[in-house]
């Protein structure tokens, strides 16, 4: 198997494990709801692992503005900060905000960009060394005070450490956590 059809069978899979186990499986209702008291909830789960991927693909490698930035609107976060969503910890009052159907609308639109990019990867891309800081302020228009720790966990990072780590290793680890949400929740279905 080459390295491209491993990224998008890795990418395929994260998808619709995700689908299949969370998105299907959670009523809409129950997404905005914290299990047990406390930690993360399937929304903000969503929100986090999109915004991360979105980031990541859109605007660092390719260097464009994210897709959030047109989703915000009907995600209920058009006067939200521009970071709203990337950190690990859950701001109750911006996840209430968002409507589920904005959301899977947002997450599927992330979903399916990076597909099309990975179905036209060259794998000498994946040494390239983007200018992550420079593209963060312009085209996502984050503040790299504000949001320092991203900063510089992504600067000097290589394209193949992009894929790697935002959109796949964060997407599986945040996968796993909204199955244990799920859980938690009653809701599993085995």
Request: aromatic residues 8%; without cysteine.
């Amino acid at each position: 198997m080459d390295l491209q059809a491993w990224l998008l069978d890795a990418h395929t899979d994260l998808r619709r494990r995700l689908t299949g186990s969370v998105i299907d499986q959670v009523p809409t209702e129950r997404w905005h709801e914290q299990a047990d008291g406390g930690g993360s909830s399937i929304t903000w789960l969503l929100l986090h692992l999109a915004r991360h991927q979105d980031l990541a693909l859109a605007t660092v490698i390719r260097n464009r503005a994210p897709l959030y930035l047109t989703h915000a609107p009907a995600l209920g976060l058009a006067d939200a900060p521009t970071g709203a969503g990337l950190g690990e910890r859950e701001q109750p009052g911006l996840s209430a905000r968002v409507p589920a159907d904005a959301l899977v609308a947002y997450v599927d639109a992330t979903f399916d960009a990076t597909r099309r990019w990975l179905q036209r990867l060259a794998a000498m891309a994946l040494a390239v060394v983007p200018d992550s800081s420079r593209r963060l302020q312009t085209k996502a228009l984050l503040d790299p005070v504000e949001l320092d720790w991203l900063f510089s966990m992504w600067q000097g990072r290589t394209v193949d450490w992009f894929v790697q780590w935002p959109v796949l290793g964060h997407g599986q680890g945040h996968l796993g956590e909204a199955i244990a949400v799920r859980n938690r929740m009653g809701l599993s279905p085995f």
